[in-house]
C-alpha cells in the first residue's frame, strides 16, 4: 500500500512539474526581462531622451517602491481570489504596461510608468513561491523552486542575445531600438497570463488532469509537512513580522536583491565602462552569466533537495558574490571584471535558490503566502534606495567605480544575517529534539 501511494504521488508529481513549472518559469522570465531591460534600452533611451544617470537611476528604482508597497496586500488578496486567477491578473496588466513603456518622452513619463509596473508586477514571485507550496512536498520543492528560479538567469541570459538586435531595429517603422525592445519583449507577458489562467489549476485537488489517487497522494504528500507546527495563529500577521527567522531571511533577501538587481540595471554600461569593450562584447559577458547562473540554480536546488539542508549553499554562495563584487570594483583590467562578472552569476544562483528554498522549508499556508510577501516587500524597498544612490554617485563623481565598492562591503553583512540564521536553525533544531 505504501508502494502505491510512493507510486502515484511520483506519477502525479511528474504531471504537475510539466504542466506547472515551463508555464510559470515562461512568465518569470518575460517579468524579469520587463523589470531590467531598461538596462539594454537605457544605452540609446538616456541618451534619446536627455536622461543622466541619476534620472534613470530614480525612475529604475521606482518599480522596486512601487513593488515593495504592494506586495503584502497583493499576496493577501491571492489569497482570496486564488493564486492562478490573481497570478494571471498580474502577468496580463504588467505586459500591457512594460509595452507602453515605449511611448515614454520626458523624466515623468518615466518615473510613472516604471512606478505604475511596479504596481502591476507585485506579487507576483512571492504568490509563485506559495503556489508551488501547494503542490510540491518539502523534499522535492527545492527542485520545484530551483527549476522555476531558472527564469531569473535565463532572462539575464535571452537579454543578453536579443537586446542589441532588437536595438539594431532603430529607424524601422519610425521607431528607435528601444521602443521596439519594449514593444517586443513586454507583449508575451499578455499571451502567458492568459494560458495561466486556463492551464493551471489552484490545487492538485481541483486538476482533472490527476487521476483520483493521485490527486489525494498529492495532497497528503503536501500537507506532510516536517517543520514543527507554527505556534501562532495564521492571521496573526504581527506574529509573522517577530518571528526571526523572517527578520534574518528578509535581511539577507534584502541585501542580496538590492546589490544584484542594481548592478544588472547598469550591467551593459558598468561593463563597457570598466572594460572599454562595445554593447556587441557586453552582451555576451551578460549571456555568459546568465547561463552559469541558470545551471547553478538547478544544480543547488536538486543537491540542497537531497541534503535536506540549504544554509551551507547560501553561506558559501554569499562568500563567492561578496569576493567577485569586489574584485569587480578593482576593475584590474578587462578580463578579470568579466570573469569576475560571470563567477558572481554562480553565486548568485546559488544564494537566489537557496533562499527561496528556505522560505518555503520555515513557513507554511497563510504564513508563507504573508511572510513572503512581507520578506519580498522590504527587500524591494532597498531595491528602489539603491539604484538612486548608484546613479547619483556615478553623476557625482563621472564615473561607476566608486559605487561599486558598496557591493561587497553590503554583503558582508549578508554573510552575517546567513551566519546568525543558520544558528537560530541549529539552537531551534536542539530544543525541538
Not at 541585501?255 to 563597457?272: G, K, R
Not at 568579466?338 to 558572481?344: C, S
Request: some cysteine; aromatic content about 12%.
Amino acid at each position: 500500500m505504501q508502494a502505491n501511494s510512493e507510486e502515484l504521488t511520483s506519477s502525479a508529481l511528474s504531471k504537475a512539474s510539466w504542466r506547472i513549472l515551463p508555464l510559470l518559469g515562461i512568465g518569470y522570465l518575460i517579468a524579469y526581462m520587463d523589470r531590467v531591460n531598461v538596462s539594454f534600452a537605457s544605452t540609446q533611451m538616456n541618451a534619446d531622451l536627455g536622461f543622466s544617470a541619476t534620472v534613470y537611476g530614480l525612475g529604475a528604482g521606482l518599480f522596486y517602491l512601487a513593488y515593495s508597497l504592494i506586495e503584502i496586500p497583493s499576496n493577501m488578496l491571492l489569497m482570496r481570489f486564488g493564486a492562478r486567477t490573481w497570478l494571471a491578473r498580474i502577468m496580463i496588466m504588467w505586459g500591457l504596461l512594460a509595452t507602453a513603456m515605449m511611448f515614454v518622452r520626458t523624466p515623468m513619463h518615466f518615473y510613472a510608468l516604471r512606478f505604475l509596473l511596479g504596481l502591476a508586477e507585485a506579487g507576483f514571485f512571492p504568490g509563485v513561491i506559495y503556489y508551488l507550496s501547494k503542490w510540491f512536498p518539502t523534499r522535492q520543492r527545492g527542485r520545484a523552486v530551483g527549476l522555476f528560479y531558472l527564469a531569473n538567469p535565463l532572462a539575464v541570459m535571452v537579454m543578453g542575445q536579443i537586446s542589441v538586435p532588437l536595438l539594431g531595429l532603430d529607424g524601422m517603422l519610425g521607431l528607435r531600438g528601444w521602443q521596439w525592445l519594449f514593444l517586443i519583449e513586454g507583449l508575451p507577458a499578455v499571451i502567458v497570463g492568459l494560458a495561466v489562467l486556463i492551464w493551471l489549476r489552484d490545487s492538485p485537488v481541483e486538476a482533472q488532469w490527476l487521476s483520483e489517487g493521485e490527486r489525494a497522494s498529492l495532497k497528503a504528500a503536501v500537507d506532510d509537512h516536517p517543520s514543527l507546527h507554527e505556534e501562532h495563529s495564521p492571521q496573526e500577521f504581527l506574529s509573522i513580522l517577530k518571528d526571526r527567522r523572517v527578520q534574518l531571511l528578509t535581511l539577507i533577501y534584502l541585501v542580496t536583491l538590492s546589490t544584484s538587481t542594481t548592478f544588472l540595471l547598469s550591467a551593459p554600461a558598468i561593463l563597457m565602462e570598466l572594460t572599454a569593450w562595445k554593447l556587441p562584447a557586453v552582451s555576451t559577458i551578460i549571456f555568459y552569466g546568465g547561463l552559469v547562473g541558470a545551471i547553478t540554480m538547478f544544480l543547488t536546488g536538486w543537491i540542497t533537495d537531497r541534503r535536506g539542508e540549504r544554509y551551507t549553499a547560501l553561506i558559501v554562495a554569499l562568500v563567492l558574490d561578496t569576493t567577485c563584487y569586489l574584485i569587480v570594483a578593482l576593475a584590474l583590467s578587462p578580463q578579470i571584471v568579466a570573469v569576475a562578472f560571470v563567477v558572481a552569476m554562480v553565486g548568485r544562483g546559488m544564494q537566489s535558490t537557496a533562499q527561496a528554498a528556505l522560505w518555503t522549508d520555515v513557513l507554511r499556508d497563510r504564513r508563507l503566502a504573508i511572510g513572503a510577501a512581507t520578506i519580498s516587500s522590504v527587500a524591494n524597498m532597498g531595491v528602489f534606495l539603491l539604484p538612486f544612490a548608484f546613479g547619483y554617485a556615478r553623476d557625482a563623481t563621472g564615473s561607476y567605480h566608486i559605487g561599486l565598492f558598496a557591493f561587497p562591503a553590503l554583503h558582508v553583512f549578508a554573510v552575517l544575517f546567513a551566519l546568525m540564521l543558520w544558528r537560530n536553525a541549529a539552537i531551534v533544531s536542539r530544543t525541538a529534539a
